[in-house]
């Protein structure tokens, strides 16, 4: 089944609201797919990093309470 898309003419100001063809709707599915591995490698990514950051700071010898404090706390997702 696909998905619905809304087209808005400005000129007229009516709103058309129709399925997606089989071609529109395998794009959409391609996008959908390639930004959630984009999301997930870029997760992947920052836990790396947090990671890295975490044993630089042992090697210092910080505590674990110290460490916390200086790692940013992680922001909230943004949901439109």
Do not use: C, F, H
């Not at 003419?9 to 997606?20: H, P």
């Not at 959630?36 to 674990?64: D, M, P, R, S, V």
């Amino acid at each position: 089944m696909n998905d619905k898309i809304s087209i808005y003419d400005y000129a007229t100001g009516e709103v058309i609201v129709r399925k997606m063809t089989d071609e529109e709707q395998a794009q959409r599915d391609a996008e959908v797919v390639a930004y959630q591995a984009e999301q997930q490698a870029k997760e992947q990514q920052e836990a790396e990093l947090k990671a890295n950051k975490i044993a630089a700071y042992q090697k210092l010898g910080l505590t674990e309470a110290e460490i916390e404090a200086l790692l940013p706390s992680p922001q909230p997702v943004k949901r439109d």
